[in-house]
């Protein structure tokens, strides 16, 4: 046998069917705070095969596999799926949705505004340009 560190969250029936084909599989329970950690890292995960699907049947299944993670979080923090759909409706009518694919290159903010505390604060993620 090869042995092969995994490390992660594994779906539930998942361990048995490996097993049922010759592996070894060692797991262990997670408390609450292990699974949300866990839970959130598979999320990235899934978020990452999303991006590297290269066609429509494996970015339907990678959706899906989100979707099923969003499924897990929702029930350990007890958040209904319409306090989601509401709040997703209520961002829509403030802020609106991403169909008119506005892709913004350069925000530019006045001095002590919203905008400039937001990217000042994340300045990885917003560089400054500097002219």
Known sequence: MRKFIQNKLWRDKAPELMEQMGSIIHCKN?????????????????????????????????????????????????IKKSEIFAMQEKKRQARGGFFERKFVTIAEHPEGSFGERYCLAQPEKYPEVKE
């Open 30 to 78: 997670l408390n609450d705070a292990e699974y949300d950690q866990e839970l959130q890292k598979k999320l990235i995960e899934e978020i990452q095969e999303v991006v590297a699907s290269k066609n429509q049947n494996e970015l339907t299944e990678e959706l899906a596999d989100i979707f099923e993670v969003i499924d897990a979080l929702c029930i350990l923090h007890a």
